[in-house]
């Protein structure tokens, strides 16, 4: 999955929606938003979705388990860069809340 279909799929996760280059939230406010590159907005998407993280010797393991009880989970190996690893495992978890919304 690239990065724009995975920041598209947890967009949706959050309730905002993708307009050429920027997203807007359901008031039709402008939102500069990208949780891959912005420590901020990786946060508080981890936050608003109630994903769980933890961080490992060179791995960020993330969860999120919905109101019917199923889990999902993954992780990201941290490489050079443990901070951009976990902000990459908290939009992937949230790319996979996306996917699987009706």
Known sequence: MTDKEM????AKAAGLHRCENYYTDAAGNHVEWNPLTDDGD??????KLGIDFKIRKGVTWWDH???DGVVYWGHEPHRDD???ATRRAI????????????
């Open 7 to 10: 920041l598209e799929l947890a």
């Open 42 to 47: 990786a946060l508080r998407l981890a936050v």
């Open 65 to 67: 388990q919905k109101s």
């Open 82 to 84: 443990p901070i951009a």
């Open 91 to 102: 939009v992937r978890a949230a790319a996979e809340i996306g996917r699987r919304m009706t």
